[in-house]
């Protein structure tokens, strides 16, 4: 193995252990981070425009191969953790900042580190692939309406502005990235993408840190009840998409192993920086601790799935 692929396996396979030193080096020297806020979107757009290069439009032959399951992940993504998100937050009567702020991680699309995790849980990848880019693509058309029904009365939003910066945050640079990767050509888009993992951890940490330096004063007073929240938020996620498409809808269970993780897993990092615009600094403290514990719980269920055979 290289230099180069012992750095991007280091950077990337302590992913959360990086956000856990960032954040606190960011609670305790605010003013060191407080300068990256207005760049949060930027460095998002980074991270989508990496996705859009690795794309392969062969990815998407599944929603041939497979329509009613593609369809199937993609509506229990925008069903189950939306409601589930909205029932938790009046279950324990949070303050109406944070509740909109868990709603709203609970309609953004699925997060990219699902395909990884459903890889090393021996579940169908090329499934995975194609409900989160589906999800990601449709998030700027459903994203801001649902969190308008569901949370809209307790922090108001336009959601036609939300839909307007969703598509320039997350579609842009998903075609740019994929532009690039067609003029290039697949070879030389590969040797281009190669430290893009690497990359996406740092503008995923340095969004969390920028977050967790201006909310820092309130930070300690809400971490409790929002990590139970979280916590019940994400599991109950993967149980509730596993058990629907395995036993309602009929999936094998490779199928339903990657829609849980589609379902289970968010884009908290599109749910940060559109709290910190359209809603408060508080309602973003549900996305960062998300963007920490889903990391920490996928492994987990990642690595109990890999040592069951699928088959069986």
């Known amino acids: 193995m290289s230099v180069a692929d012992r750095f991007t396996r280091w950077i990337t396979g302590f992913f ?3 956000v856990i030193i960032f954040a606190l080096l960011a609670f305790y020297n605010p003013d060191f981070f407080k300068w990256l806020l207005p760049y949060i979107s930027i460095l998002l757009g980074i991270i989508m ?35 589930l998100g909205f029932g938790i937050v009046l279950l324990f009567k949070l303050p109406y900042q944070l509740a909109a702020g868990v709603v709203l991680v609970g309609c953004v699309p699925s997060g990219t580190a699902s395909n990884v995790m459903t890889l090393i849980a021996k579940g169908d990848v090329l499934l995975s692939v194609t409900v989160s880019s589906l999800t990601t693509l449709l998030s700027p058309f459903v994203t801001p309406y649902l969190y308008y029904w569901l949370a809209g009365t307790w922090i108001p939003i336009n959601p036609n502005a939300m839909f307007i910066d969703i598509f320039k945050i997350i579609i842009v640079p998903i075609i740019l990235g994929f532009l690039i990767r067609i003029f290039l050509g697949a070879e030389r888009a590969k040797a281009i993408s190669y ?27 809400v971490a409790i009840p929002i990590v139970i929240v979280v916590v019940m938020h994400n599991s109950l996620g993967y149980l509730f998409a596993y058990l629907f498409s395995k036993y309602l809808f009929g999936m094998t269970e490779k199928q339903a192993r990657a829609i849980s993780f589609e379902v289970g897993m968010q884009n908290s990092g599109l749910s940060t920086v559109l709290a910190m615009k359209f809603l408060t600094p508080i309602a973003a403290l549900p996305s960062i601790v998300f963007s920490v514990w889903h990391n920490i719980s996928g492994s987990m269920l990642a690595n109990f799935w890999s040592q069951r055979d699928p088959e069986i």
């Open 16 to 18: 959360t252990l990086w």
């Open 49 to 83: 425009f990496g996705v859009g290069i690795t794309l392969d439009l062969k990815d998407f032959g599944q929603i041939i191969k497979q329509p009613k399951n593609v369809i199937i992940g993609v509506l229990l993504q925008f069903i189950i953790m939306p409601l």
């Open 195 to 221: 430290f893009l993992p690497s990359i996406s951890v740092f503008a995923i940490v340095l969004i969390i840190s920028a977050v967790v330096a201006v909310t820092r004063d309130r930070l300690l007073l």
